[in-house]
């Protein structure tokens, strides 16, 4: 089993950065896909961002590209969202999950509590 744990989420001005952490204890991210995902208020929960935890391979939402970058550390156990250029549409609390990888929410059996972003203009 995997327990997760977000961090990072905050106020931010547009056009400025956060660092979003997802911690994993138990066990480790090796055999799974890590995600993030974001819900605004009154919206369905959206693809973010997925890294492929063996490969290192990246896909991001087109809403993202060129702006947020995932990564991870393996010695960690930790994943982690860089986002810059942040715009007040980002705002959302942001998810991280563990699961099979790919954009659909059903691929994914665990996930962190949330931690709120919001970027005012």
């Known amino acids: 089993q995997v327990q997760l744990v977000e961090s990072g989420g905050g106020l931010v001005q547009a056009g400025g950065s956060l660092r979003l952490s997802c911690a994993a204890s138990?066990?480790?991210?090796?055999?799974?896909?890590m995600a993030w995902f974001r819900q605004a208020p009154g919206k369905e929960r959206e693809f973010v961002a997925v890294i492929i935890w063996r490969s290192g391979n990246t896909y991001y939402a087109d809403s993202v590209k060129g702006r947020f970058t995932i990564s991870r550390d393996n010695a960690e156990n930790t994943g982690y969202l860089q986002m810059n250029s942040l715009k007040p549409e980002d705002t959302a609390v942001y998810y991280c999950a563990a699961g099979r990888g790919g954009s659909a929410k059903s691929l994914y059996d665990r996930w962190g509590q949330g931690t709120q972003v919001t970027v005012s203009s």
């Open positions: 138990g066990r480790t991210f090796s055999s799974y896909g």
